[in-house]
């Protein structure tokens, strides 16, 4: 009997084994033939799952972004303070652990790809992106006001926090620039702004939601 193979798995397992090859020498860099023997299957096998290479490194971008959205969904549940939950948001930004600059750097290519060959598929997964993680952030203010942690008019720094975190991923090897340290202080900075303190909290009319 002919083994039954999930398409669908397999062609997960073969991206996922590819990342770090593109890590290495970058996604434009690897052939068909370099991605085909790291993965240990024939070239031609590639094409059953792949419409080109484009279509490989996307495949590993959802990959890496499924991961990512769980990590970060799961640290924002586990932690108190509004402030650490919006950092948790933008720890791809923030982090410096191996792997978060793994992933930076992985996006970053993604991007460049984006620029210069867009497809209809990519344009909507980096939309997606946005709304997803607006719609997170706009819900962190919300529990933030619901609590008179902060002020009702911290909604409208949603769309523009996202912007400057999009910045910070896009030009991390500028001299001199430090977009980590430069997110996380803007983020306390706004904080300062936008956070009740315990005085005025009870005096704090943020209207309801």
Sequence with gaps: MAKIVNKN????????????LFIEKGFNKPTIS????NAKIGKGTIYSYFKNKEDIIF?????EQNNYDKEVLSSISQTQSIKEKICS????CIDQDKEAIKRRKMYIEFISICLSTP?????????????KYTNWLRDIFKQGIKEKKIKLESLELVDGLFATAEGVL?????????????LKSHIYSLFKLIEIGDKEREKYKGGTL
């Design 9 to 20: 798995k397999k062609r997960d397992e073969i991206a996922s084994s590819c990342i770090n």
């Design 170 to 182: 896009m030009f991390p090897y500028i001299e001199n620039y430090s977009g980590v340290d430069i």
């Design 34 to 37: 370099e991605i085909a023997l």
């Design 89 to 92: 948001l933008f720890s791809l």
């Design 59 to 63: 495949a590993i971008i959802e990959i």
């Design 119 to 131: 497809s209809i598929e990519m344009i909507q997964f980096q939309e997606n992106i946005k709304v």
